[in-house]
């Protein structure tokens, strides 16, 4: 049964640090738009305060969630328990994008690793956090993180990467622009 909380208590933050990844959903707010939902790996999240989270987002083919929270602020984090006790704790929040050149991302920055894909901070806000029980998660031994991502970002300069964010991540698949997307049209 679902249970909400009022805050991301100790044991949360606890729970939501043992996990390997989790997913994060958001939705353009079009009736016929594309719901998003992505898988996130490596040690990328960070509990910021009993109801704020950040997660650092590395370079890739698409840029939904930052296009949607531009758009509408809703997202959701999933965290499920593959081993263990079974759970399942969503946090649902409003979302904004953090990109390199801002004052917040100088203050951000420093609590995740350095990965020289990273495109910019998701931080979300959070205004309902509720665990339900999980007991249809299978159990899944985990065996180690993928390198692959670090690897293809590791492969290509800063340079590439710049521009490679800028032919891919300016706008989501349903055409919603990304704050990349806005940032370069005012360098234009
Ligand atoms: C090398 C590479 C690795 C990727 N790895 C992931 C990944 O681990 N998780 C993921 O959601 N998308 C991954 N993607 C796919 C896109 O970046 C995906 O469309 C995008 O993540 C969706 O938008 P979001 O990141 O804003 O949620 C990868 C793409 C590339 C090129």
């Given at each position: 049964?679902?249970?909400?909380?009022?805050?991301?208590?100790?044991?949360?933050?606890?729970?939501?640090?043992?996990?390997?990844?989790?997913?994060?959903?958001?939705?353009?707010?079009?009736?016929?738009?594309?719901?998003?939902?992505?898988?996130?790996?490596?040690?990328?999240?960070?509990?910021?305060?009993?109801?704020?989270?950040?997660?650092?987002?590395?370079?890739?083919?698409?840029?939904?969630?930052?296009?949607?929270?531009?758009?509408?602020?809703?997202?959701?984090?999933?965290?499920?328990?593959?081993?263990?006790?079974?759970?399942?704790?969503?946090?649902?929040?409003?979302?904004?994008?953090?990109?390199?050149?801002?004052?917040?991302?100088?203050?951000?920055?420093?609590?995740?690793?350095?990965?020289?894909?990273?495109?910019?901070?998701?931080?979300?806000d959070i205004n309902r956090v509720q665990?339900?029980?999980?007991?249809?998660?299978?159990?899944?031994?985990?065996?180690?993180?993928?390198?692959?991502?670090?690897?293809?970002?590791?492969?290509?300069?800063?340079?590439?990467?710049?521009?490679?964010?800028?032919?891919?991540?300016?706008?989501?698949?349903?055409?919603?622009?990304t704050p990349i997307g806005e940032q370069?049209?005012?360098?234009?």
């Open positions: 049964m679902a249970s909400t909380k009022e805050t991301i208590t100790d044991e949360l933050r606890a729970f939501i640090e043992a996990q390997q990844m989790f997913f994060v959903a958001s939705a353009p707010l079009a009736a016929d738009g594309h719901v998003n939902l992505s898988p996130k790996g490596l040690d990328c999240l960070r509990v910021l305060g009993p109801l704020q989270v950040a997660y650092l987002d590395l370079t890739g083919s698409g840029n939904e969630t930052s296009a949607h929270v531009r758009e509408n602020g809703r997202i959701t984090l999933m965290f499920c328990a593959f081993a263990g006790p079974p759970r399942i704790l969503r946090l649902y929040g409003t979302g904004t994008t953090v990109l390199p050149e801002s004052s917040v991302w100088a203050e951000l920055s420093p609590l995740f690793l350095e990965y020289h894909g990273a495109r910019q901070i998701i931080v979300a665990t339900s029980c999980g007991f249809a998660v299978p159990l899944y031994e985990y065996s180690g993180q993928r390198e692959t991502l670090l690897k293809w970002a590791n492969a290509k300069s800063d340079q590439d990467l710049e521009s490679y964010r800028q032919q891919k991540n300016t706008s989501s698949i349903d055409g919603l622009p370069v049209s005012e360098e234009v």
